[in-house]
Nanobody, 117 residues
Framework: QVQLVESGGGLVQAGGSLRLSCAASVSFLNFNDKGWYRQAPGKQRELVATITRGGSTSYADSVKGRFTIFGDNAKRTVYLQMNSLKPEDTGVYYC???????????WGQGTQVTVSS
């Protein structure tokens, strides 16, 4: 069983920055893709950013140039650095991982990000 624990959310003014962290209970060697998603009130969960086992990254158009996903294998943690935040970035942010064996997806519990205008 894989456990993911997110942290780093909070309330920030527009234009500010936050760094989200997602710590895994097992080595990153067990995972292929790792990603961050978000869900705004009344909306579906959407993909924000992903990073592959090889380190390739991809981003939603709405966050390109502002957000950066990166990982630290030694700390078993994947990060989402969010700069130039906008009110529309408000939502609950979730990390997920996809395992190498069995292609199983695990989700964290989510962390709230609120951007005030």
């Amino acid at each position: 069983q894989v456990q993911l624990v997110e942290s780093g959310g909070g309330l920030v003014q527009a234009g500010g920055s936050l760094r989200l962290s997602c710590a895994a209970s097992v080595s990153f060697l067990n995972f292929n893709d790792k990603g961050w998603y978000r869900q705004a009130p009344g909306k579906q969960r959407e993909l924000v950013a992903t990073i592959t086992r090889g380190g390739s990254t991809s981003y939603a158009d709405s966050v390109k140039g502002r957000f950066t996903i990166f990982g630290d294998n030694a700390k078993r943690t994947v990060y989402l650095q969010m700069n130039s935040l906008k009110p529309e970035d408000t939502g609950v942010y979730y990390c997920n991982v996809r395992t190498v064996l069995g292609d199983i997806v695990y989700w964290g519990q989510g962390t709230q990000v609120t951007v005030s205008s």
